[in-house]
């Protein structure tokens, strides 16, 4: 159970273009995801928290208009990167709570989608 | 604010030998909860084990042990008996319940080889 589905799972785009990254949670609803991205060789840098109906909480020094997140179901967050640039190119993770096995949403652990590695050339 | 120090970038063993990976945190709230995940190289980080800020019975599972403890801020997993397939970045995370906002903030990871 509590399976994340993130898609694409690679993806490459021109410089200046958008791309949309799905993530699903397959078994489970998740009112809250979130968004990491990940250099080579380096930790997860939470980007985002995507809220299910309302807008995503966006971390300091991420620019909302050029990730943009959109969380319409209890299922499904996606998050746009728009214009993209070279420096763009990383790898990014979606992630959700599985929020009905524990008490509370803080303590359950984070299910993680495969990953989307971003290459604009 | 909350913090994860992975000091141990990382580490290079020989199969069957026994590895530590240490984890310090830091947090201000009283309620927390700590984490271990792994990522093999095929990239998906898989969820290891979760501990919470008022048991500090250590665990251990199989070749897998963890050790909390709460004076000393740190969260250190051993593996023993290593074996090629735990190659592999190892992230301590952490997840505060009330200041936190339910943010998992993870340390910058320790690279684990381990060589037949």
């Known amino acids: 159970g509590a399976v994340v589905s993130q898609h694409p799972s690679r993806v490459i785009c021109k410089s200046g273009t958008s791309v949309k990254i799905e993530c699903r949670s397959l078994d489970f609803q998740a009112t809250t995801m979130f968004w990491y991205r990940q250099f080579p060789k380096q930790s997860l840098m939470l ?47 979606c992630s959700a709570r599985d929020e009905t096995t524990g008490v509370g949403s803080y303590n359950s652990p984070l299910h993680f989608g495969n990953g989307t590695r971003l290459t604009v050339t | ?70 004076s000393t801020s740190s969260f250190n997993f051993t593996i023993t008996a290593s074996q090629v397939v735990d190659s592999a970045v190892y992230f301590c995370a952490l997840s505060e319940g009330n200041t936190g906002g339910f943010k998992t903030i993870f340390g910058a990871g320790t690279r684990l080889f381990v060589k037949a």
Request: proline share 3%; charged share 25%; net charge negative.
């Open chain 1, 47 to 93: 980007m985002a928290t995507s809220n299910e109906g309302s807008k995503a909480t966006y971390e300091q020094g991420v620019e909302k208009d050029k990730f943009l997140i959109n969380h319409a179901s209890l299922t499904l967050s996606t998050l746009t990167v728009t214009s993209a640039h070279p420096e763009d190119s990383s790898f990014y993770i």
């Open chain 2, 1 to 70: 604010a909350q913090k994860v120090t992975q000091a141990q970038t990382e580490i290079s063993v020989v199969e069957k030998e026994d590895v530590t990976l240490d984890c310090v945190y830091e947090t201000r709230d009283t309620t927390y909860y700590l984490f271990w995940y792994k990522q093999p190289p095929s990239g998906e980080l898989v969820f290891l084990i979760r501990r919470n800020s008022f048991d500090e019975q250590n665990e251990i599972s199989g070749r897998y042990s963890w050790n909390f403890q709460k």
